[in-house]
């Protein structure tokens, strides 16, 4: 049974991070992958060579025979891959796999891709993904006519629709308003709609800019306003509520081309660990001048929290051999794999939303 869906960037880390679940919490998710955005933007050949990577890790970490979904929100909506539209050419590519497409207003081209790969017998999935956000869902009647225009064709190819109802980050969004929105949109679309399989919140309390809620060299308890909006949620809906979130990055992270030498100067570690309904946030100084090992200190305060969860799952494991100077140093590429297995682990085992 699914319990919770992560969204995740679709890069190594993150991928890594699925071959690490144990098999129990592996069942319990459906994963959201998300084509990373890049800056500068992709061009046609760089997107090719990118999806495939993306489609070899992602066969290889979660497999061919569990579902996800699989999104290209993030990127820019108007490239022709090898004569085919974006998200045409990565369903083509991963084709074989249990991938369930995304479709979302306002993005025709991609939308018509769907309808016209589903015909043609590309995609196996019986169930398509409904991605609204908050703009979106604010109100249904609102938003009904241009549901009909944007998406009937494609709800008409498919057996089941799941809805996401996407608050990207939601720390300035007031709870109360916000999820009486959800319950209602969720109580419309039903009775327009019918063939709803799962109805999926999702959101994040982390910016994209980290600096923008934590000093260097400062910790912090970040509240998590996504799970008081779900939980609210919940309280108001007569429907199941699955529970997601972006783990422990923004929706609004991007892939950045820096100089080695400038990277050092402007990039800082850091490490965001679930307790209760929070975040625990610690930040170190630059590379430049706080040193390449400073993640032995950054895991070992969080080793010494009342709340770290020691041999919880494997990321726990990873930080407490960090945090005892076991192997080579951390550094903010393999803290990704980590981190998003505990995450993942405590949102399925431990968190009480």
Known sequence: MIRYIPFLKAKGGEFTAMSALTPGVKQSICPFFDFPHKNPSYDAETFAAKTFSIVTKLKKHWGTNAEFYFDDLDVGQNLIVKGDQQYAYIIKALKGSQFIPVVA???????????????????????????????????????????????SAVFKEFEAIDLILDC??????????????????TQKFYAAYRKVRHVIITGSSIPAAIGDIIEVKSTMTLIRRELEIIAKARSLSEYELIIGDYATVSPFYSDTDLDPKLMQTVMTP????????????????????????????????LCKRDFFRQGYSAGEHYFYEKSKRIGKNATNGTVVKPSVVAHVTYMVLGTKV
């Open 168 to 185: 990207r980050v939601c720390s300035s969004l007031e709870v109360s308003q916000t999820a009486k929105q959800i319950a209602a949109f």
């Open 270 to 301: 850091r490490l965001i660990y679930p307790f209760n309904s929070s975040y625990f946030v610690a930040r170190g100084a630059s590379m430049k001048s706080g040193g390449q090992d400073q993640y032995v200190g950054l895991t070992r305060d």
């Open 105 to 151: 207003l306002d993005r025709t081209k991609h939308n018509s891709a769907v309808v016209q790969l589903k015909r043609d017998g590309e995609i196996a999935s019986a169930v398509v993904a409904f991605r609204a956000e908050q703009g979106d869902f604010e109100d249904f009647q609102s938003k009904q006519d241009q549901i009909d225009y944007d998406l």
